[in-house]
């Protein structure tokens, strides 16, 4: 006994202290949201490239000939784009969406707020994964298409700013849907009566103008609108909307939601009890 009580106290290690960010801790949650849609990449990259390509049959292909450019543009180089943001803002919003969600259901959610990461650091890694996922899904799409239609690049800022600003802002959107989600009927909600309206409804098939109205004037609402219509300008060098209102539209959203993420990780929302 009194060899223990002479023993020297055992003192735990204190936790790991980082100064300023915390470079390791972010690349690894970052590595893991990119190596988690990577390792099913039938599902995640090849499955978005077969339904773009299903699109481009059913309203490029079915309709040859019977379409008449738009603004002359071929109808085929008109869609092609839309597509593209489509399969970009889908995955985007799926990638970060999911990660929570799962994690939640799958009891892993203490395995992003137990290590030493501030919720900036949290945020961004689930923010630039989804957003890697849904421009990496964009890219192979868009060498998809290519066949089907020709797609010069006229404005390259145009394409990368509305491009990345797109994952971004569906990745934030998926960041907060998969906290406030309880079950994957929440999730099928936002998908079905929110990202998928306002996608359909934002001018990818076809030219906002020619909508009556009030849909006409809905749509210049749309916040998708303009991020489709700044995406094809890179292409083709018309839009329809106005350019500085997507601009400042994009960089809006991409900070609003940003902050709105912060603060549901700060105030541990739906995360603890």
């Known amino acids: 006994m009194k060899d223990i009580a002479d023993a020297p106290a055992i003192i735990p290690p204190l936790p790991r202290d980082y100064h300023g960010f915390n470079w390791a801790g972010f ?12 390792k099913v990449g039938m599902q995640t990259l090849a499955a978005p490239v077969v339904t773009a390509l299903l699109y481009m049959m059913v309203f490029v292909v079915a309709v040859r000939g019977a379409a008449p450019p738009i ?8 869609v092609a784009p839309g597509l ?11 990638n970060s969406s999911s990660s929570l969600l799962q994690a939640k259901f799958n009891g892993l959610i203490g395995d992003f707020m137990t290590p030493p990461l ?3 650091e949290q945020v961004g890694a689930f923010a630039l994964g989804a957003a890697t996922r849904g421009v990496v899904v964009g890219a192979v799409t868009w060498l998809a298409v290519l066949p089907f239609a020709h797609l010069p690049i006229v404005h390259l800022w145009a394409i990368l700013y509305y491009g990345i600003g797109a994952a971004l802002i569906l990745g934030f959107l998926g960041i907060m849907a998969g906290l406030w ?8 909600v936002v998908t079905n009566f929110v990202i998928m309206p306002l996608t359909f409804l934002s001018g990818t098939f076809y030219l906002v103008d020619k909508l009556p109205e009030p849909f006409r004037t809905a749509s210049h609402f749309n916040p998708f609108f303009y991020l489709i219509d700044g995406f094809r300008y890179g292409f083709i060098g018309h839009a329809e909307g106005s350019l500085i209102a997507g601009m ?3 960089a809006g959203l991409v900070m609003a939601f940003a902050f709105t993420c912060l603060w549901m990780f700060e105030t541990g929302y739906k995360l603890k009890t």
């Not at 590595?31 to 849609?37: A, S, T, V, Y």
């Not at 943001?85 to 985007?92: D, K, S, V």
Request: charged share 15%.
């Open 27 to 38: 690349s690894t949650l970052y590595l893991r949201e990119i190596r988690r849609f990577w």
């Open 71 to 78: 603004h002359g543009t071929p109808f085929a180089t008109f």
């Open 84 to 94: 593209i943001m489509m399969q970009i803002l889908n995955n985007a919003f799926a």
């Open 118 to 120: 501030t919720p900036l």
């Open 181 to 188: 989600a309880e079950k994957f009927d929440h999730m099928a």
């Open 248 to 250: 400042g539209m994009t």
